[in-house]
T-cell receptor, first 110, second 111 residues
């Protein structure tokens, strides 16, 4: 399975942008890059996913490097409610399981 | 409201006493799965189902059973629970290739 590498933790000030990095140097051509987050005492929640082009939705933006060996999840204005563990996951085009790593624990400071 | 529900949300039981954790989704999703989450180990998949009557093992299936008789339900069965199955369990569902929706979790303690 292709693996991802994320920092264990990051900290951000409220209302500042946050850039959460993810390295996936062994990504294959059919792997999509998915991001999920898990708020305290809740189940994981889908954030965004992409293949090659940058993606935007109401929650976040996903910037994918041209060689696809890394990506960055961008929260444009962090709020206290964004404090969570963020998981970067590679998943191919089949309905394969999500393989969760340790993720990045994001703390947001008021 | 589109959702995945799990019952019970909390359960304390004793070793060897059979139990079932139910999972139901109202989104007509084909794909459903069960995960367990343990400190330091993250989320690991137990079983998954691509559609009715189709189930397959995930990474940690030992000690668990599942069934998929109807599209909306995917119960997790522990025939003879042991203390090492004490964990936080999540059910999830999705349309094929799309994002997964997770339930609120079931915290199980086996004494």
């Amino acid at each position: 399975d292709a693996k991802t590498t994320q920092p264990n933790s990051m900290e951000s000030n409220e209302e500042e942008p946050v850039h959460l990095p993810c390295n996936h140097s062994t990504i294959s051509g059919t792997d999509y890059i998915h991001w999920y987050r898990q708020l305290p005492s809740q189940g994981p929640e889908y954030v965004i996913h992409g293949l090659t082009s940058n993606v935007n939705n109401r929650m976040a933006s996903l910037a994918i490097a041209e060689d696809r060996k890394s990506s960055t999840l961008i929260l444009h204005r962090a709020t206290l409610r964004d404090a969570a563990v963020y998981y970067c996951i590679l998943r191919d085009t089949g309905n394969t399981p999500l393989v969760f790593g340790k993720g990045t624990r994001l703390s947001v400071i008021a | 409201e589109a959702q995945v529900t799990q019952n019970p949300r909390y359960l304390i039981t004793v070793t060897g006493k059979k139990l079932t954790v139910t999972c139901s989704q109202n989104m007509n999703h084909e794909y459903m799965s069960w995960y367990r989450q343990d400190p330091g180990l993250g989320l690991r998949q137990i079983y998954y189902s691509m559609n009715v009557e189709v189930t397959d093992k995930g990474d940690v299936p030992e000690g668990y059973k599942v069934s998929r008789k109807e599209k909306r339900n995917f119960p997790l069965i522990l025939e003879s629970p042991s203390p090492n199955q004490t964990s936080l369990y999540f059910c999830a569902s999705s349309r094929r290739y799309n994002e997964q929706f997770f339930g609120p979790g079931t915290r199980l303690t086996v004494l």
